[in-house]
């Protein structure tokens, strides 16, 4: 069974850091591709990161170029989102999802995506 849980999530001043993980059970990580994607309500949801299948390949959306990193360990079966130079619009749920077999920018397609997991609050406030 496929499971996904994100942790690393909490309260930072703005110009600070977190490193988010998504730790995957019940298939193997190095044949899906992961997404972070993050929502605040009453918005959709909104692509943030991924990596490619079979690949470290990685994708960002703009408003996060240069500042967040992913990269995956498939021996510990983790991705981790390193966040940095924090801002107080990067304040929601930020959640991973992975797909079987699924290559290149499409990763950033929120829709691609069959696996969720519950979500981590991250709240950038001074």
């Known amino acids: 069974q496929v499971q996904l849980v994100e942790s690393g999530g909490g309260l930072v001043q703005p110009g600070g850091s977190l490193r988010l993980s998504c730790a995957a059970s019940g298939f193997a990580l190095d044949y899906y591709a992961i997404g972070w994607f993050r929502q605040v309500p009453g918005k959709e949801r909104e692509e943030v990161s991924c990596?490619?299948?079979?690949?470290?390949?990685?994708y960002y959306a703009d408003s996060v170029k240069g500042r967040f990193t992913i990269s995956r360990d498939n021996a510990k079966n983790t991705v981790y989102l390193q966040m940095n130079s924090l801002k107080p619009e990067d304040t929601a749920i930020y959640y991973c999802?992975?797909?079987?077999?699924?290559?290149?920018?499409?990763?950033?397609?929120?829709?691609?995506?069959?696996?969720w997991g519950r979500g981590t609050q991250v709240t950038v406030s001074s």
């Open positions: 990596i490619s299948s079979r690949s470290s390949s990685s």
């Open positions: 999802a992975a797909q079987f077999a699924l290559y290149g920018s499409s990763c950033l397609v929120r829709g691609n995506y069959a696996y």
